[in-house]
């Protein structure tokens, strides 16, 4: 594991280039987690519902908490009502739900849509066709409890660097497009999260603004 100088002076450096670490504590037991919650960090993230509810309750609970993986619809319920940022939107059933859910509880959920990068088969995302039809429906109001704050991607397991930072400038030109045609007037369209413990330096020079790295922070995950 990371140590606190180390740690701190890392998150410095990239809150001072407009980056914001989420610490992705998945797998990592609680004890761990509020270590780095005393060292004044807050933003932790988890891929599963059922890990995430259990640390949740027994955590402080002004962690921003971030799911990164997918999500399944009849789980949505169960995190609007104290979720800081969905990252995984992968499809337009999904977000329905989480509008629906939301709406219930009378709370904005932000969320980013999660955009299928990798050139190599990777089981979610959206489409860019349904990323810009998603985004449309966004900006002309069809979605009054969600905010929707960027996008997200994942790049490819792959030493072919190259194809890595091809994949994250997908990302970012799409971030761009989106931005100028329907966003433009929006001021909470900001984020791309991208960029894993492997693969975030070339994501921030493609203009990564949100990396989420596990390994780098808590060491490597057993049973992985
Ligand atoms: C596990 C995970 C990460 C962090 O992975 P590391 O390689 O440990 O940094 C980032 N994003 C997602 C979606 C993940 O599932």
Not at 118 to 124: D, I, N, T
Not at 189 to 196: A, K, V, W
Request: include cysteine; charge should be positive; hydrophobic fraction near 40%.
């Amino acid at each position: 594991m990371i140590d606190k100088v180390e740690f701190l002076d890392w998150t410095k450096e990239l809150k001072d280039q407009g980056v914001q670490l989420v610490a992705v504590s998945k797998v990592h037991p609680v004890n761990k987690i509020k270590q780095v919650y005393d060292w004044g960090h807050r933003d932790f993230g988890e891929n599963r519902v059922q890990e995430l509810l259990e640390k949740h309750a027994e955590l402080p609970k002004d962690i921003c908490w971030h799911l990164i993986g997918h999500l399944q619809r009849n789980k949505v319920k169960d995190i609007v009502g104290f979720i800081g940022l969905i990252h995984s939107v992968d499809s337009a059933r999904l977000l329905n739900k989480i509008e629906k859910e939301a709406a219930k509880i009378g709370r904005e959920i932000p969320v980013l849509l999660q955009l299928k990068i990798a050139e190599e088969e990777s089981k979610y995302g959206l489409r860019v066709e349904e990323l810009i039809a998603l985004c449309g429906k966004i900006a002309n109001g069809s979605y009054p409890h969600i905010e929707l704050r960027g996008l997200m991607g994942m790049a490819s397991f792959t030493d072919d660097s190259e194809q890595v930072k091809r994949e994250f400038e997908k990302l970012s030109g799409l971030f761009e497009q989106m931005k100028s045609k329907y966003f433009s007037q929006s001021a909470n369209f900001t984020i791309r999260s991208m960029g894993m413990s492997g693969d975030y330096k070339i994501a921030l020079r493609q203009g990564s603004n949100m990396i989420r790295v596990g390994s780098s922070v808590f060491g490597p995950r057993p049973g992985y």
